[in-house]
């Protein structure tokens, strides 16, 4: 069974620049599997932040960036604000209609 | 505006059924694929099931197959989980999301309803 996995947590300070990553149990990540980032405040309904890699979702500030890096699909905050306090899920399309996400990050700024 | 709202969580009796709903509004529903995506208590996002706009596609996770059933009405705008023979670990929030254009991500959320099974 395909699992994805990033890093449990996370911390930044204020104004600076965090990267997380997404691995793929089963080899590495690429454009075709489309892979997608979530920012969930808990209590809260996911907000889409990345798409497609590295398309930022409508209204999205451009702080937030995704790209593949190595054999992993990653998420940079640049500027971090206190606000980007929160947990972070990848996703990834594995075909024939199937979604995986991964474990989630926590991410604290401080 | 896009908006997705679930209904029909509840507490049920481990072997029991459920039934959710979730209503669209401010898009075209039958243009989209549509997903329910669920969060045990303290833990991650796990994608259940996705149906096509037209509802010809069914798709699941291997941990509901067999015992959840996904369907949509496009004439009302309303996304279905039919959950029969639930588990334990089947407890958590459930939220239903919508597809891109191209199916592979989520583009917009609903809050989601909660689903205890427990006797």
């Known amino acids: 069974q395909t699992v994805l996995t990033q890093e449990p947590s996370f911390s930044v300070s204020p104004g600076g620049t965090v990267t997380l990553t997404c691995g793929l149990s089963?080899?590495?990540?690429?454009?075709?599997?489309?892979p997608s980032w979530y920012q969930q405040i808990p209590g809260q309904a996911p907000r889409t932040l990345i798409y497609?890699?590295?398309t930022r979702s409508s209204g999205v500030p451009d702080r937030f960036s995704g790209s593949i890096l190595g054999n992993k699909a990653a998420l940079t905050i640049t500027g971090a604000q206190a606000d980007d306090e929160s947990d972070y899920y990848c996703?990834?399309?594995?075909?024939?209609?199937?979604?995986?996400f991964g474990g989630g990050t926590k991410l604290t700024v401080l | 505006e896009v908006q997705v709202v679930e209904s029909g969580g509840g507490l049920v009796q481990p072997g029991g059924s459920l039934r959710l709903s979730c209503a669209a509004s401010?898009?075209?529903?039958?243009?989209?694929?549509m997903s329910w995506v669920r969060q045990a208590p303290g833990k991650g996002l796990e994608w259940v099931s996705a149906?096509?706009?037209?509802?010809?596609?069914?798709y699941y996770a291997d941990s509901v197959k067999g015992r959840f059933t996904i369907s949509r009405d496009n004439s009302k705008n309303t996304l279905y989980l039919q959950m029969n023979n639930l588990r334990a670990d089947d407890t958590g929030v459930y939220s239903c999301?919508?597809?891109?254009?191209?199916?592979?991500?989520?583009?917009?959320w609903g809050q989601g309803t909660l689903v205890t099974v427990s006797s």
């Open positions: 999301a919508r597809h891109s254009s191209d199916w592979y991500s989520f583009d917009y």
């Open positions: 401010g898009f075209t529903f039958s243009s989209h694929a």
């Open positions: 149906i096509s706009g037209t509802g010809y596609s069914i």
């Open positions: 089963s080899g590495s990540v690429s454009t075709n599997y489309y």
């Open positions: 497609n890699t590295n």
């Open positions: 996703a990834m399309y594995m075909g024939s209609g199937i979604s995986i």
